[in-house]
């Protein structure tokens, strides 16, 4: 059974190659882990079980507590093949159960850590940008345009808010502008007047 995820704030498909395609021009798996010594095996490992559809959910709890430990977890996830393409999977095996709502809460516990694995590709300099051109915020937006007020939905959309704040911490020109050319600001809007009291403060400051 998946923890329970508690969201942090701040702190489509996935680019692997260098040339910005959609695809996995070609496929690094975990040569990485020659390059950086420093980190445990055990990391790598849990990479790897994503892949497994039977030690994902707990492969997605374990990589989330670990996330913010991991100073290179990032490039390790978008670069290891496959792995953000089972990130998005997990985003939108869930569309269904947006509307009619009917998302429990080990539902959104799972994806909540999913969503937790993208805000640390999106807060990471050398896969920022990499995040961006593959418009994989856009996955997030079906989650920001809920209006449940129910504790699963209501992680789900400040998850989701985690991951756009990441964006735009850095206050870069790009960011800002593909924000501003989608939907963000009329979900802003919407959140601002009907999420909880917390949700509406992170929404501000996104």
């Not at 996995?24 to 950086?36: I, S």
């Not at 209501?154 to 911490?169: D, N």
Request: glycine share 4%; hydrophobic share 40%; proline share 7%.
């Amino acid at each position: 059974m998946a923890g329970h995820f508690t969201p942090m704030v701040g702190s489509g498909m996935p680019v692997h190659g260098q040339q910005g395609s959609y695809g996995n021009p070609q496929p690094q798996n975990f040569q990485m882990q020659a390059q950086q010594p420093s980190l445990p095996k055990e990391v790598f490992d849990l990479v790897r079980q994503l892949s497994d559809p039977e030690k994902r959910e707990a492969a997605l709890v374990e990589l989330s507590k670990k996330r913010e430990k991991i100073t290179d977890l990032a490039p390790i996830l978008w670069f290891s093949y496959g792995t953000v393409t089972i990130l998005l999977q997990e985003i939108v095996s869930i569309y269904s159960k947006l509307n009619p709502p009917t998302l429990s809460s080990a539902e959104s516990n799972r994806v909540c850590n999913a969503l937790a694995l993208l805000q640390c590709v999106a807060s990471h300099q050398s896969t920022r940008n990499l995040f961006l051109s593959a418009h994989t915020p856009l996955f997030l937006y079906p989650f920001l345009n809920t209006v449940n007020k129910s504790r699963p939905f209501e992680y789900l959309r400040l998850t989701s808010l985690g991951v756009i704040g990441a964006l735009v911490k850095m206050d870069d020109s790009d960011v800002i502008s593909f924000l501003l050319n989608t939907e963000i600001i009329p979900l802003c809007l919407r959140i601002m007047e009907m999420g909880t009291e917390l949700s509406k403060t992170v929404r501000k400051r996104v």
